[in-house]
């Protein structure tokens, strides 16, 4: 065990809960019980034409460049628009929909619960994400993460989302860590790893997809797949 620390921040979509298996799931459900193939010839189509402009949706909400409400909004009225549908009530019914499914969805990323056991008895772990408020605890508790964690600090309640500094330094005042004794574990590059850096918290990078550096420093360690992380900790 590296006892150089003694407080581990996960993200969890992407890193521990597999989120682009689960969402997809959800979706797919979404795109054939809402009659979804009126307009577009496939789920591929849908999920191609969704998917990116969510995940630039998500960035600008990241950035402070749009609230929830319009995140929300715009990426299903993005989808429904092309089919004559121009309704907020009726896209946020949808999205209410999608986001009940989600918490019903328990697969994680190979090897989340064997790491988190070999953790648990060395490590206090919390869980540090941008997602809601009222679908994260639900998820984990879904997947089993739920009593591996002592506590989960969401960007709702920093009223700040990850890369921000405020929000690594909430983090750290809301449950006594040690700035030096803290590392932050995440997938996201921008989010996880320039934030965590930033905030003066070290990094430990989970790189499945082995993409390059994208910054001008080095994380101070990464692995492509979870397990490799029980020879870093």
């Known amino acids: 065990m590296n006892l150089r620390y003694k407080s581990l921040f996960f993200d969890l979509d992407d890193t521990l809960w597999d ?3 689960n969402n997809r799931e959800c979706l797919e459900e979404i795109f054939t019980e809402y009659r979804f193939d009126r307009h577009y010839d496939s789920f591929e189509t849908f999920y191609d034409t969704y998917m990116p402009y969510n995940l630039s949706l998500w960035k600008q909400y990241r950035n402070h460049e ?41 697969k994680l990323l ?12 060395c490590y206090r772990m919390f869980i ?5 408020r009222e679908i994260q605890s639900l998820k984990m508790r879904k997947a089993g993460l739920a009593s591996y964690f002592e506590k989960v600090i969401l960007s709702e309640d920093a009223k700040i989302q990850k890369p921000q500094k405020a929000i690594f330094d909430f ?24 934030g965590a850096y930033h905030a003066g918290i070290d990094q430990l990078w ?17 692995v492509h797949a979870l397990a490799e992380i029980q020879a870093v900790l």
């Open 206 to 222: 989970f790189n499945p997809e082995r993409l390059p550096v994208k910054g001008h420093f080095v994380p101070t360690f990464q």
């Open 19 to 21: 989120t682009v298996h």
């Open 128 to 132: 540090l994400s941008n997602g809601f």
């Open 110 to 121: 190979p090897g989340a619960i064997e790491l988190l056991e070999y953790l648990k008895p």
């Open 66 to 106: 749009i609230d929830r409400r319009t995140l929300i909004l715009d990426r299903l009225l993005y989808v429904l628009r092309p089919m004559g549908i121009d309704d907020a009530e009726y896209a946020l019914k949808i999205n209410s929909d999608y986001m009940r499914r989600t918490t019903q969805k328990d």
């Open 171 to 194: 983090a750290l005042r809301s449950t006594n860590s040690r700035r030096n004794e803290s590392l932050m574990i995440g997938d996201s590059w921008e989010a996880d790893m320039e």
